[in-house]
């Protein structure tokens, strides 16, 4: 039985909730499933969902009892489909529903279960497992949004639920009033007829339980009662996402503060931002919000969201003051909400979605303000942006109006500082209402950040307004000791600002106690980013001297810190001095459910004040001055210490960039010794790293490299250090050249100072394998990765180099797969995974244990097993997005799951992914460039996606772009220049352009020949360097140089080889796609005669491509002897070379099977049938569904062919399983 029932949330501004319950009945809870799942799509009929939505997305809250109980946690909290409940219920039904006890109570008289309890366990053990969770996971769901599954409410709705119709009609009478009415809100589904007979037990009659629910809902009154429960549910869809949506989304506390004042004139103004004007714009009202800092801008803001939410479905607010803190929010909503690592994500679903939204840009200013039209979405009409800057420079930009927001009427001065002094309005005298009227307007200017601070001031000091007033003006020597400002120089609005800020200022100066350390905590505070600055930082860097010892040489540098404490006064101290900071309106909090503050934020303008007093007086007081102090705090906080910490360090970029710009010139010259100054540059460094700020990484590591052997002369290791972190900050800007010359450098420091099996040298020369591999000098990386490899053999039992051993094999098992050489590839890395698995204990999101997940996928891709490889890759990603990781490890991963969903034919999904892909490359543009190599490879691999899925005329524009940048930057004669010429060629062959696509293939291959051909001249061109051998190698290296920048690159002669070899063959495959047979057999059978010279054991790829190509040639000029003749050789290299299950042996078993059936004896069709098996068996292997029912089709052709009735039946059979089997998996998807 199912009811639902719609009530209202205690709160008047809360939203109504829907909750859903359903009765036990053992087996015949499949009849509460089938009510449901015709309810659902009543709702999505309703609401025009394009994509059907699922109970979890409607119901605030799923109870159940009994058997309905595991309904609700399938349905609630594993968020399954209704279809998925049904197919997972009679898949328990046999087993769960099966009697095990005939009477209700034992012997004593106790009640005890009739159902099979140890097959229901085991059951929800298997359906969380197939759903990807641990076996222990919790029924709580931490979402605080998401739909609970509540056990309690489950038992107080049983008596509705399980007990008679008589129950239900008496509870729905005595709550008519609030369920009836001509909008209901309670509706009950109870199938009456059919299923009096049926047993919870008897799992048998789920055939009768079926129809006796489908006979109960073509009833006529049942579907009109359907269709009102399904309007009541669509009319809250909207509302209920965003609700869900909500403490995703918002980054700003909007709860009203106690000092808070309506601003008349001004809340009308803005009222009419939602449309109430009555304009008809295309898109979102677009309003600027400009005025002197202090006035209420951002107040303002969220008063206007707090009385309006009701019309949007979600609110956005960006603190826009810097380029860093807008990309730091964006990116934060990016993964939390729409879990992608791509700010562009969140800009494209505002510009597209049906939802309405405020987008709050808040604290422009001029270093951001240029960057400001970039984060502007293509907008839906019912939506608003609000600006909110010091100028109005952005009108431009305000398509429907800018709103000044100046002092405040003197009423609304004079309410708002009785508010921030808490005083009652109402009960003050005439003579304190005209002493207020003189304090806001003849001293505060009716400036409202000044009349919040003086009020609070009042409040907290316990004193009147007069006299509040006369200390205002007592001002002799105030301004003068906490700021250099000369008088003279200072505005009404200025001086009046300042002056009650410094009377604040001078309260914190002399807080005592617990709070004692507010002063040192503001100056902390003000060199940081004015917002959301955490208090975690404070105890981190408490941690750190404490783990270090008291006495330690960086201890007496914490501000906050002085002796040695136990953290509980660690925290009183930073919860008295924030709560007193609070207190007198300097910063607002932002508290956790325990009501620790977790972050605190200034308002600009006081930031900006207490930042001008402490550098102002930092130079004059003895001792180390609050930047040096507020430097050794920050980096103290950052050291890696524990899981999950590279996330935190990863939220505080935009603090670090403000702290940093504080200090000018070398981080030598910091008062600290030379070690200290290195530590703090390179952890802020690698900080930027982690972030993926290669850029900002880059301009702290550069000057670290040339001034630390200056400072530490005999300190190789962490200048070797420093030159290897600059190594990567290069390679992750597409600059491998400079990393491979930073890494040569670090290992030639190293190596005459550390052993050969020192850790750190193994490392270094790993990277420095890296870089050769990434440059073409694929012998070297190789012989270097043998080397490191076999050296590390010996430390398999030392836990700290298991990580390195794990590189290591991954490293030496990829230059075994560039060599061909899979099953040795295969052997390493299934090596490795045994490791890992007997040493280290990783969390399921430890990156480490990523790559270990990683080298197993690899490992399954090349023993055959795409369909497991196909998981791990997608468990990867799906960690990465969740798990806020890196943004290029993101990226890395979906390039993965693209490139296997490419592998086997799912060209729709890779092509999905990798639009993802770019699109984030285009987000981080400004900090990569249009030239990153790996954003060359993102677009180069969308074009051939979209030629896969034949949009040939996108391909070819996205190749376009990608060969342009590749000429300038690299070259005519690069490699990656050639691949990019000869994917364009690829892609207008298949478009049918085949005349412009042989011109370009013969100048790629013409090309190729040319640089080969110089390989043998004595004197070698301009653009050449002298050929050398690489070491334990025969194999040639050619040095090219870029063609703008004059930077070498190394790349082996065998990829010119293999590139003419694939031009030549393109061609061939022209001439015949020309129709010009014979042409094409003859230049075929020359390249293969040429392919002997480099292949002379017929085993590479490319050669037994050209010999499969010129098998085609043959079977289309009708020279099936000779195509069959090389059809045969071609098979058995192919199965010796590449293995049994590659593409290239399926497409020629199949080649050959119609060969064969062409000859129609009864021999040749049998011997067709067994080459169509066994394609049709890698067919099946690598989920190849359409390519595999054609296959099948075709053995049973033969089979009739051959009259065999028995093989007739089975092969039929099998045809059948197969078509359903790929309707089951989306047959077209598979398309190849």
Not at 102 to 107: D, E, G, K
Not at 561 to 567: L, R, Y
Request: proline share 2%; aromatic share 8%; glycine share 4%.
């Amino acid at each position: 039985m199912l009811n639902t029932q719609k009530l209202m949330a205690p709160s008047p501004e809360s939203q109504e909730l829907n909750l859903l319950s359903i009765d036990g009945g053992g087996v015949r809870g499949l009849s509460a499933l089938y009510v449901l799942k015709q309810v659902m799509a009543h709702v999505n009929e309703k609401a025009g969902n394009e994509k059907p939505l699922e109970p979890y997305e409607y119901f605030d809250m799923i109870a159940g009892t009994s058997t309905g109980g595991i309904i609700a946690i399938m349905l609630g909290r594993l968020q399954m489909s209704v279809q998925e409940s049904i197919d997972t219920y009679l898949r328990l039904a046999d087993t769960v529903f099966s009697k095990i006890h005939y009477l209700p109570v034992n012997l004593r008289l106790n009640t005890q279960g009739r159902l099979n309890h140890q097959a229901l366990e085991e059951a929800i053990r298997n359906i969380l497992r197939d759903k990807g969770l641990p076996e222990d996971t919790k029924l709580k769901n931490d979402d605080k949004y998401a739909c609970k599954v509540a056990k309690d409410l489950a038992r107080r709705l049983q008596e509705v639920s399980t007990e008679s119709d008589k129950t239900a009609k008496e509870f729905y009478y005595e709550h008519r009033h609030a369920l009836g009415g001509e909008e209901p809100r309670y509706f009950r589904f109870t199938v009456e007829r059919g299923l009096e007979k049926v047993g919870l037990d008897e799992s048998s009659k789920k055939g009768r339980i079926i129809e006796a629910t489908k006979e109960y809902l073509n009833d006529g009154e049942v579907f009109d009662k359907l269709e009102k429960c399904a309007e009541r549910l669509a009319q809250r869809q909207t509302k209920i996402k965003s609700r869900r949506t909500k403490d995703k989304v918002l980054d700003a506390d909007f709860r009203k503060g106690k000092s808070f004042v309506t601003r008349g004139s001004l809340t009308r103004q803005m009222d009419r931002f939602s449309g109430a004007s009555g304009e008809d714009l295309e898109e979102a009202h677009t309003y600027l919000m400009y005025g002197l800092g202090g006035m209420g801008k951002t107040q303002l803001c969220r008063d206007y969201y707090r009385r309006h939410r009701s019309e949007f479905d979600m609110l956005l607010w960006v603190d826009a003051s810097t380029q860093t803190s807008m990309d730091n929010d964006l990116l934060k909503l990016a993964r939390t909400w729409r879990k992608k690592e791509d700010i562009l994500e969140v800009i494209s679903w505002l510009s597209t979605t049906s939802s309405t939204w405020v987008l709050v840009l808040d604290n422009i200013s001029s270093d951001s303000a240029p960057k400001v039209n970039n984060y502007l979405p293509a907008t839906p009409k019912d939506c608003l942006i609000i600006m909110t800057s010091l100028s109005n420079s952005l009108q431009s930009l305000a398509t429907a109006g800018t709103l000044e927001i100046a002092q405040m009427t003197q009423d609304e001065a004079i309410d708002l500082l009785f508010a921030a002094a808490e005083k009652k309005l109402e009960h003050c005298s005439e003579s304190e209402r005209i002493e207020a009227t003189s304090l806001v307007e003849k001293d505060l200017g009716r400036v409202a950040l000044a009349i919040d601070l003086a009020g609070s001031y009042i409040k907290n000091q316990v004193m009147s307004i007069a006299e509040y007033q006369r200390y205002f003006r007592d001002d002799t020597g105030r301004l003068e000791q906490l700021s250099s400002a000369p008088k003279q120089t200072m505005t009404g609005y200025t001086k009046s600002l300042l002056n009650a800020w410094t009377i604040s200022f001078e309260a914190v100066l002399n807080a005592e106690q617990d709070a004692r350390y507010a002063a040192g905590l503001l100056h902390f505070f003000s060199l940081l980013h004015s917002n959301q600055i955490p208090t975690q930082i404070l105890l981190e860097s408490w941690n750190t001297v404490r783990q270090r010892g008291s006495k330690h040489r960086l201890a007496h540098n914490i501000p906050l810190v002085e002796e040695a404490v136990a953290e509980i006064v660690i925290k009183q101290y930073i919860r008295a001095s924030v709560n007193f900071l609070a207190d007198y309106s300097l910063v607002t909090v932002a508290r956790d459910s325990s009501q620790w503050p977790r972050y605190v934020s200034m308002q600009p303008m006081v930031h900006k004040l207490v930042y001008d007093w402490a550098r102002e007086k930092s130079s004059n007081e003895d001792g180390l001055d609050y930047r040096y102090r507020a430097i050794s705090t920050m980096a103290l906080a950052l050291e890696p210490r524990g899981l999950g910490h590279g996330r935190y360090r990863c939220e505080i970029v935009s603090h670090i960039e403000h702290l940093i710009s504080s200090h000018k010139g070398s981080f030598f010259a910091m008062p600290f010794e030379p070690l200290t100054c290195f530590e703090y540059a390179f952890t802020f460094a690698d900080v930027y790293s982690e972030a993926g700020f290669p850029r900002k990484a880059m301009s702290l590591l550069e000057p670290l490299c040339s001034e630390t052997l200056g400072h530490l002369p005999h300190d190789i290791p962490r200048y070797a250090q420093a030159l290897r972190q600059l190594a990567r900050n290069y390679f992750d800007l597409g600059k491998p050249e400079k990393a491979l010359k930073y890494r040569r450098e670090a290992f030639e420091k190293l190596k005459s100072l550390v052993s050969r099996e020192s850790l750190l040298l193994l490392s270094c020369r790993g990277e420095l394998s890296d870089s050769l591999q990434d440059m073409g000098s694929h012998n070297e990386a190789f012989t270097i990765r043998r080397d490191v490899y076999d050296t590390l053999q010996d430390f398999w039992r030392h836990e700290e180099y298991l990580p390195e051993m794990r590189r290591a094999s991954r490293r030496l098992a990829n230059s075994y797969k560039t060599r061909g050489d899979n099953e040795m590839a295969s052997e390493i890395l299934h090596k490795a995974i045994d490791a890992q698995q007997k040493g280290e204990h990783n969390r399921h999101d430890d990156h480490e244990y990523l790559i270990s997940l990683s080298e197993l996928a690899q490992a399954s891709e090349v023993k055959g097993d795409p369909r497991e490889a196909i998981r791990l890759y997608e468990k990867i990603l799906t960690t990465r997005t969740d798990g806020n990781h890196n943004v290029h490890d993101v990226l890395a991963a979906k390039e993965d799951v693209a490139n296997i969903y490419s592998t086997h034919h799912q060209f729709q999904r890779a092509l999905s992914l990798r639009q993802e892909i770019v699109q984030t490359w285009k987000e981080l543009h400004d900090e990569m460039g249009d030239d990153h190599p790996n954003f060359l490879s993102a677009m180069f691999n969308l074009g051939k996606s979209l030629a896969d899925t034949e949009n040939y005329e996108g391909s070819l524009a996205e190749h376009e772009k990608v060969l342009k940048i590749r000429q300038q930057r690299l070259g005519e004669d690069h490699l990656f220049t050639l691949r990019s010429k000869q994917e364009k060629a690829y892609t207008l062959r298949r478009s049918k352009e085949l005349a412009k696509a042989f011109v370009i293939f013969q100048e790629v291959s013409s090309c190729c020949e040319k640089i080969l051909t110089q390989r043998h001249n004595d004197e070698p061109k301009d653009t050449f360097a002298k050929s050398q051998k690489t070491v334990g190698s025969c194999r040639t290296i050619l040095r090219l140089s870029t063609a703008d920048t004059g930077e070498s690159w190394d790349v082996d002669y065998d990829e010119y080889h293999r590139i003419v070899a694939q031009a030549r063959n393109e061609m061939t495959t022209t001439l015949r796609d020309q129709g010009e047979l014979d042409k094409a057999i003859l230049a075929r059978k020359g390249l293969l005669e040429d392919q002997k010279n480099l292949d002379p054991d017929f085993c590479s790829e490319s050669t037994l491509w050209i010999m499969y190509e010129l098998i085609r040639d043959y079977v289309e000029n009708k020279q099936d002897k000779d195509a069959k003749r090389i059809g045969e050789r071609a098979l058995k290299l192919q199965k010796q070379y590449l293995g049994d299950r590659h593409r290239l042996t399926c497409d020629i078993m199949i080649v050959l099977s119609r060969i064969c059936r062409k000859e129609n004896s009864e021999e040749s069709c049998r011997y067709a049938i067994e080459l169509l098996e066994s394609a049709c068996a890698i067919q099946i292997t690598n989920e190849w569904w359409p390519e595999s029912i054609k296959s099948a089709q075709t053995i049973w052709k033969t089979w009739r062919r051959l009259h065999d009735k028995d093989r007739v039946v089975e092969a039929k059979s099998r045809l059948e399983g197969l078509e359903a089997k790929c309707g089951d998996h989306g047959g077209a998807a598979h398309k190849s």
